[in-house]
């Protein structure tokens, strides 16, 4: 079984726009497709810097004197390429979401196919796992992760029952959470609800949004001028943070005007998204949701 089917590998890659001696930095390494197909790119004086906190992904590291694996979550970019002696790079490459092998190992928890424990840590090492999320929750809390997360409508009624199942039994697995929350899990909408509620969890387990937030801001520091940014989302709630501050550096509202009416923002998108074709889909169909973007910093 591969680790990963990478997403759009040459579209990512060539928004790069791959320099042979330059820094790259893979944010997201996995199965470590993007990084090889930039490694390909690379002449001997080049560079590879890959950060992946899931320690699963740790064993494909790459045996080659330009690549560095960092065992980190790359909400820290900034923090590790300084330790490692990178002030600045040419290109950074995210390719965001659950990979194929997180989603095919039961035991992860990131698959709503599996009977599995309430788990969904993209760091293993982390004691804060969907069991602390579902168990421990105040009914408040629970409704705002399903609500912003999840994008449920429902997701009032769903705090609720919870909370009143966990009263009588604490619930340990997906199947416990499945029976809980069977009322609101029509026959013709299952897996798509399902799969709102298993992403509502999953983004609050990882600190996915806040995470990326600090990435993207953190990108800019360390990013030379006209250094390019190539970023693949999976959903509308990644996307849009990716797209607002790749168009005017701010997650929220607008950039301020200067006194002549001009705005500054840090970086310039290139080009318009784009997303897979009917024949990448096909092959891969994890990649139907996925919208790649690429800016560079002016």
Same mark, same amino acid.
């Given at each position: 079984?591969?680790?990963?089917?990478?997403?759009?590998l040459?579209?990512?890659?060539?928004?790069?726009?791959?320099?042979?001696?330059?820094?790259?930095?893979?944010?997201?390494?996995?199965?470590?497709?993007h990084?090889?197909e930039?490694?390909?790119?690379?002449?001997?004086?080049?560079r590879?810097?890959?950060?992946?906190?899931?320690?699963?992904?740790?064993?494909?590291?790459?045996?080659?004197?330009?690549?560095?694996?960092?065992?980190?979550?790359? *909400?820290?970019?900034? !923090?590790?390429?300084?330790?490692h002696g990178?002030r600045?790079?040419?290109?950074?490459?995210?390719?965001?979401?659950?990979? $194929?092998?997180?989603?095919?190992?039961?035991?992860?928890?990131?698959?709503?196919?599996?009977?599995?424990d309430?788990?969904?840590?993209?760091?293993?090492?982390?004691?804060?796992?969907?069991?602390?999320?579902?168990?421990?929750?105040?009914?408040s809390?629970?409704?705002?992760v399903l609500?912003?997360?999840?994008?449920?409508?429902? $997701?009032?009624?769903?705090?609720r029952i919870?909370?009143?199942?966990?009263?009588?039994?604490?619930?340990?697995?997906?199947?416990?959470?499945k029976?809980?929350?069977? !009322?609101?899990?029509?026959?013709?909408r =299952?897996?798509?609800?399902l799969a709102?509620?298993?992403?509502?969890? *999953?983004?609050?387990?990882?600190?996915?949004?806040?995470?990326?937030?600090?990435?993207?801001?953190?990108?800019?520091?360390?990013?030379?001028?006209?250094? !390019?940014? $190539?970023?693949?989302?999976?959903? $509308?709630?990644?996307? *849009?943070?990716?797209?607002?501050?790749? !168009?005017?550096?701010?997650?929220?509202?607008?950039?301020?005007?200067d006194?002549?009416g001009r705005?500054?923002?840090?970086?310039?998108?290139?080009?318009k998204?784009?997303?897979?074709? =009917?024949?990448?889909i096909?092959?891969?169909?994890?990649?139907?949701?996925?919208?790649?973007?690429?800016?560079?910093?002016?």
């Open positions: 079984m591969e680790y990963h089917n990478p997403v759009l040459k579209e990512t890659v060539d928004g790069l726009n791959i320099q042979p001696d330059g820094v790259y930095v893979d944010v997201t390494f996995g199965g470590g497709g990084s090889r930039i490694l390909s790119r690379l002449g001997n004086k080049g590879l810097i890959a950060f992946d906190q899931d320690k699963d992904a740790i064993k494909n590291a790459i045996d080659d004197p330009r690549f560095l694996l960092i065992h980190e979550n790359f *909400r820290f970019i900034k !923090r590790f390429l300084r330790f990178y600045e790079v040419d290109g950074i490459l995210g390719d965001f979401g659950v990979s $194929s092998h997180q989603f095919d190992e039961a035991d992860r928890g990131f698959s709503t196919r599996f009977q599995a309430l788990d969904m840590r993209m760091n293993q090492e982390s004691p804060f796992s969907a069991y602390d999320v579902i168990n421990k929750y105040e009914e809390q629970l409704k705002s609500s912003q997360y999840g994008e449920l409508r429902a $997701s009032a009624g769903m705090a919870i909370c009143e199942e966990r009263k009588h039994q604490e619930i340990i697995t997906s199947d416990q959470l029976a809980a929350l069977g !009322r609101f899990l029509p026959k013709h =299952e897996n798509k609800i709102q509620i298993y992403q509502a969890i *999953r983004i609050e387990v990882n600190q996915e949004l806040d995470a990326l937030k600090e990435f993207l801001q953190q990108s800019v520091e360390v990013l030379k001028p006209q250094g !390019r940014l $190539s970023l693949i989302s999976y959903h $509308s709630l990644e996307d *849009r943070l990716v797209k607002r501050f790749m !168009r005017n550096g701010l997650f929220e509202g607008e950039p301020e005007k006194v002549f705005v500054e923002v840090p970086m310039k998108p290139v080009g998204f784009i997303i897979p074709s =009917e024949k990448e096909k092959l891969n169909n994890r990649a139907r949701s996925a919208k790649l973007r690429v800016a560079k910093k002016i």
